[in-house]
């Protein structure tokens, strides 16, 4: 449903099509091979891996199934979109929203294909498997200035369509053709000491207790005056 409001908005998302709980993929869908296919529900990349990618409607169908089965839960099919993998944090609320250092995971391209690049569990969370592929978290590389107002407007579009509050991530790929896809939007994201957000507050200027502060701040504010 975050697609199709974002959508509404004129945010360009990839195309994608959901199977229920033991719906089965009975016709190849009106999307572009290759898909990637995720648990409906889930967060921090859980249910994703290389196999989540998928080329072709038999192993469309086996992975929907394995989802179904290993996570009892909707399955959503996306159109993959090869490009770059950012993170952006936003912190604010109403027409006063802050865009954070966009913050990118970088792969080793001797190590992966395109279609490898993507933010596994693995990739995310496995340090040894970091290490193997070559895949870091750091301040997103130079990228032209049409490219870098867009990822802001969008985000800041998206923040205020889906109401979210005080601070969350949103992901987006920067495909080759300067073209900026909207993945998904985090409103619970990990702001520990030494993750992406977290780091992205502090070169903005935040050290860590200034940055949770900022967010206890937003929230205070939007019960000023009330009783």
Not at 27 to 35: A, E
Not at 41 to 53: F, H, K, N, P, V
Not at 88 to 100: D, K, P, S, T, W
Request: glycine share 6%; charged share 25%; proline share 4%.
């Amino acid at each position: 449903m975050s697609k199709q409001v974002l959508a509404y908005y004129g945010i360009q998302v990839p195309g994608f099509v959901t199977y229920r709980l033991q719906e089965e993929v009975r016709t190849s869908p009106p999307l572009s091979f290759p898909l990637i296919v995720k648990p409906l529900q889930e967060d921090a990349s859980t249910g994703i891996s290389q196999a989540s990618i998928v080329r072709d409607a038999d192993q469309l169908t086996e992975r929907v199934a394995f989802i179904h089965q290993n996570f009892s839960q909707a399955a959503i099919t996306e159109e993959f979109v090869e490009g770059r993998e950012l993170y952006v944090g936003v912190v604010g609320n109403g027409a006063e929203l802050e865009i954070l250092p966009v913050t990118e995971m970088v792969f080793d391209k001797r190590r992966t294909k395109p279609e490898e690049r993507i933010a596994t569990r693995l990739a995310k969370w496995d340090v040894a498997y970091r290490e193997r592929r070559g895949i870091r978290n750091l301040f997103a590389r130079p990228m032209s200035r049409g490219a870098k107002d867009r990822i802001a407007e969008i985000c800041r579009t998206a923040f205020r369509a889906l109401w979210l509050r005080d601070y969350a991530r949103l992901d987006v790929r920067l495909a080759p053709d300067d073209q900026v896809w909207f993945i998904e939007a985090n409103a619970n994201p990990f702001i520990s000491v030494g993750h992406d957000m977290a780091n992205a507050a502090e070169k903005a200027g935040m050290d860590y207790n200034k940055f949770i502060q900022r967010i206890v701040d937003e929230a205070l504010a939007r019960y000023a005056g009330q009783s």
